[in-house]
Nanobody, 116 residues
Framework: DVQLQASGGGLVQAGGSLRLSCRVSGLTFGSSAIAWFRQAPGKEREGVACIVSDNDDTELADSVKGRFTIASDNAKNTVYLQMNSLKSEDTAVYYC?????????WGQGTLVTVSS
């Protein structure tokens, strides 16, 4: 079964950095698109970043370009979201997500709180 385990969230001051990790199992990691989404209190879930490791193909939402990067380690089946220059509006629960055999899978979420 496909499983995603997100970690790395926490409390950080504005301007600080955090690195989130998403460990994936149960699928062919390199050829799968792994995405990060976030959901702030009272708001809809939004896409933040996505990567396909084999192609080294990445996408970032406009709101995080220049501050966040997404990367992967195929040997560890893990995707990382490096978040720099954090702002209070980045406060949210961050989820990793993927699709496999026509079904969508989500990690459990990790809370990022940015204090101003």
């Amino acid at each position: 079964d496909v499983q995603l385990q997100a970690s790395g969230g926490g409390l950080v001051q504005a301007g600080g950095s955090l690195r989130l990790s998403c460990r994936v199992s149960g699928l062919t990691f390199g050829s799968s698109a792994i995405a990060w989404f976030r959901q702030a209190p009272g708001k809809e879930r939004e896409g933040v970043a996505c990567i396909v490791s084999d192609n080294d193909d990445t996408e970032l939402a406009d709101s995080v370009k220049g501050r966040f990067t997404i990367a992967s380690d195929n040997a560890k089946n893990t995707v990382y979201l490096q978040m720099n220059s954090l702002k209070s509006e980045d406060t949210a629960v961050y989820y990793c997500e993927t699709w496999n055999a026509g079904r969508e899978y989500w990690g459990q979420g990790t809370l990022v709180t940015v204090s101003s």
